[in-house]
């Protein structure tokens, strides 16, 4: 099925090397006409022509992906290269107040909730965040529990090859239950090229005003191959 939406750009994870597709990225937002979440992937890697977060994509094509049974799953019906051919212009309204918005339809106390409802993408209030790095030697052995795509080509760690360190966030749902998820933002990973060597790697945490003594809200997503292991694709 083919359908056009006017897509509010939430969010996009850092590329990963799919043996089927090569270097793709997921691209997750907000579904303005019909109030949702949606996901679109996998996207190619191209520096001229990306997604950009708050920013909302005015008729912007997409069609089923068969080989996904997320209903919030989208493929792209153009190439990457045509992205600059649709109407986008930045989100001009309320953050705060659409977060809200987003939230109260959305939002979810917990990630059990989550797995027995068969959602897919989500946002939460972290309670109490923690962010930290992870060696990524430490955990090549899980490597695929952390990949957007189940055919990952293992000799490219989740390509991400040339980052030590894999961002986490620790943090509490507001049923108390703790959580470790990978923050699997483009952006998280962007910052250690380009803010980290002057600034070191924790700097992260502190541009996104992540701290232990208030709460933040994230966008989650499933792994479509394992449905119950999630990641962060962006924080508010």
Request: proline fraction near 3%.
């Given at each position: 099925?083919?359908?056009?939406?006017?897509?509010?750009?939430?969010?996009?994870?850092?590329?990963?090397?799919?043996?089927?597709?090569?270097?793709?990225?997921?691209?997750?937002?907000?579904?303005?006409?019909?109030?949702?979440?949606?996901?679109?992937?996998?996207?190619?890697?191209?520096?001229?022509?990306?997604?950009?977060?708050?920013?909302?994509?005015?008729?912007?094509?997409?069609?089923?992906?068969?080989?996904?049974?997320?209903?919030?799953?989208w493929?792209?019906?153009?190439?990457?290269?045509?992205?600059?051919?649709?109407?986008?212009?930045?989100?001009?309204?309320?953050?705060i107040?659409?977060?809200?918005?987003?939230?109260?339809?959305?939002?979810?106390?917990?990630?059990?909730?989550?797995?027995?409802?068969?959602?897919?993408?989500a946002?939460?209030?972290?309670?109490?965040?923690?962010?930290?790095?992870?060696?990524?030697?430490?955990?090549?052995?899980?490597?695929?529990?952390?990949?957007?795509?189940?055919?990952?080509?293992?000799?490219?760690?989740?390509?991400k090859?040339?980052?030590?360190?894999l961002?986490?966030?620790?943090?509490?749902?507001?049923?108390?239950?703790?959580?470790?998820?990978?923050?699997?933002?483009?952006?998280?990973?962007?910052?250690?090229?380009?803010?980290?060597p002057?600034?070191?790697?924790?700097?992260?945490?502190?541009?996104?005003?992540?701290?232990?003594?208030?709460?933040?809200?994230?966008?989650?997503?499933?792994?479509n191959?394992?449905?119950?292991?999630?990641?962060?694709?962006?924080?508010?």
């Open positions: 099925m083919e359908n056009n939406i006017d897509f509010l750009c939430l969010g996009q994870t850092v590329p990963e090397e799919s043996k089927k597709y090569g270097l793709r990225v997921c691209t997750a937002g907000w579904d303005v006409n019909n109030e949702c979440l949606v996901r679109i992937y996998p996207l190619g890697v191209n520096k001229d022509h990306h997604f950009k977060r708050w920013h909302i994509y005015k008729n912007l094509p997409v069609r089923n992906n068969p080989k996904d049974s997320r209903k919030e799953s493929r792209l019906n153009i190439d990457i290269t045509e992205l600059s051919t649709i109407d986008c212009k930045k989100y001009d309204g309320n953050r107040a659409a977060l809200k918005m987003m939230f109260d339809l959305y939002g979810s106390k917990d990630i059990v909730t989550l797995n027995q409802s068969r959602k897919s993408l946002i939460i209030n972290m309670v109490k965040p923690h962010g930290y790095f992870e060696n990524k030697s430490k955990i090549i052995q899980n490597v695929n529990q952390l990949s957007m795509f189940e055919d990952l080509n293992t000799n490219n760690m989740l390509g090859n040339g980052f030590d360190y961002p986490r966030i620790e943090f509490k749902d507001e049923l108390n239950k703790p959580h470790k998820l990978m923050f699997n933002s483009w952006d998280a990973y962007m910052h250690q090229i380009n803010l980290a002057k600034y070191g790697k924790d700097n992260l945490w502190n541009q996104l005003k992540l701290s232990p003594k208030d709460n933040k809200l994230a966008l989650i997503g499933n792994m191959h394992q449905r119950n292991a999630w990641l962060i694709i962006s924080t508010f």
